[in-house]
């Protein structure tokens, strides 16, 4: 699941996940949407890749939110803003990818949480 | 008349917040630009029908796509570190600082074999200051890998306590590249803003060092590798108050 408030992010994260062979299976614009999404989906996505800086509710709200719904749910947070990371990790984030990343760290980084317990 | 100090004051504050508020704004869309236009390369770069001249010119775009990002984070550090009280710094084991930027170094250029030496004459050091000492050693180290021409440059990075003043110590910073003229050795090294010449030529990355050694309460020095030639390579040393237990 890819949540960014920017259009041609998301669409950049689905044409990279399907280059590199992963199917992303629902997207959100912003907080609030990617907390009802989740909390309606039948099947849960393996990873969510999370941005900060969003109208209604910001990346860490949000995380926070889903981490209630689901405590295993695997956080990837990825941010412009680094100042953000410290919070991000504290709150539950599995891992933190500052932009801009290069493809091979984000991919690192999927595969990292991927094998995690 | 201290209500109209205190009012310039909050006005000064108010002009400044606003300024910050801006900079964050224009740099998180523009990294978030970045990043569109470093992934698109770099997929373009991994397609196999992509051409060996085609490959070069991507590299080339991505390296300026990774200066301008870095230089946004360059700017940012520098205008939040002057929001932060110095009583907020760190204790910081000055060693660790180094090992970690040499280490951020080697990712910055996964593909190049770069030769950095360390010569600890002064033992284990704390100092005072916040993350972003780390960058001000990387950006010397990184500026040393951008000076050097050769494939696999050469770093020496020394870590001494000079004669005097004393309660100080010295990170000295020595590569091989064509050096800083005298010039712009002065204007670096004054204490007013630097010219745009200067800027353009010495980049934001040294004005940064300069900068955030003067706010954990040291200098930057700027001399020649060779004394006396500054054509064979320079010698950067950011001297930073001990932090005595």
Known sequence: MVVDDEVFIVDLYRDILKLKGYEVIATAYDGDEAVRKYQTMEKRPDIIILDHRMPNKNGVETMVEILVMNKNAKILFVSADIMIEKEALKNGAHGFLSKPFRMDELVESIEKLRHEP | ?245
């Open chain 2, 1 to 245: 008349m201290g209500s109209t100090t205190g009012a310039r004051s909050e006005h000064g504050r108010d002009e400044n917040n606003d300024c910050l508020f801006y900079l964050d704004l224009m740099s998180h869309d523009i990294l978030n630009f970045n990043q569109a236009v470093l992934s698109y390369l770099e997929i373009t770069l991994n397609d196999a029908s992509t051409s060996e001249e085609t490959r070069h010119y991507l590299l080339s775009a991505i390296d300026q796509i990774r200066n301008s990002s870095q230089l946004i984070d360059d700017v940012k550090k520098m205008a939040r570190l002057e929001q932060v009280n110095s009583d907020a710094f760190d204790t910081l084991s000055l060693e660790g600082v180094i090992q970690g930027s040499i280490e951020d170094l080697r990712l910055m250029h996964p593909d190049m074999h770069i030769e950095v030496s360390v010569r600890n004459d002064a033992g284990h050091v704390n100092v005072k200051g916040t993350d972003v000492l780390g960058d001000v050693f990387l950006n010397l180290l990184a500026n040393a890998v951008r000076q050097d021409q050769s494939e696999e440059p050469v770093i020496e990075v020394t870590i001494t306590r000079p004669k005097a003043p004393s309660g100080m110590v010295d990170v000295t910073v020595e590569d091989r590249g064509s050096g800083i003229p005298d010039q712009m050795k002065r204007a670096l090294a004054g204490e007013k803003r630097a010219d745009n010449v200067t800027r353009k030529h010495a980049g934001l990355g040294l004005l940064m060092v300069r900068a955030a050694a003067k706010r954990f309460g040291g200098h930057l020095i700027i001399g020649d590798r060779i004394r006396g030639d500054h054509t064979k390579g320079a010698k950067l040393t950011v001297r930073l108050p001990e932090v005595r237990s």
